[in-house]
């Protein structure tokens, strides 16, 4: 059984803070749009190669990215007439890690 008295004695999170974590988990809510964070696990990939990545249209791919844009997980940045994106926030890929451990059943 974890000990949980830890967490009883940190500040409180900022309600700014909890709307952002929100629209992180909203943004990782669809399964195309976490495919293309795994996608950009070793580095950028451009916008052509995240559709393919996560099964989707190059129009309806552009709309998920915008998605993961405004959550703060990705940047994008144009190389002639390709643009690229990289993950802003690869530490994300920890808490999908965390998950597939429990999916595992190793909840540690």
Known sequence: MR???AVS???PTSEPLIHHQAEVFKALGHPG???MVHA?????VCACELAQAAGLEPSTASRHLT??????LIADERRGQQI???????????????LDRIEA???G
């Open 3 to 5: 000990n949980y008295s």
């Open 9 to 11: 004695h940190r500040q």
């Open 33 to 35: 749009r976490t495919a």
């Open 40 to 44: 950009l696990r070793d580095g950028p």
């Open 67 to 72: 998605v993961l844009r405004h959550a703060k």
């Open 84 to 98: 690229f994106y990289r993950l802003v926030s690869p530490c994300i890929l920890s808490f999908a890690d965390c």
């Open 105 to 107: 059943g190793d909840e």
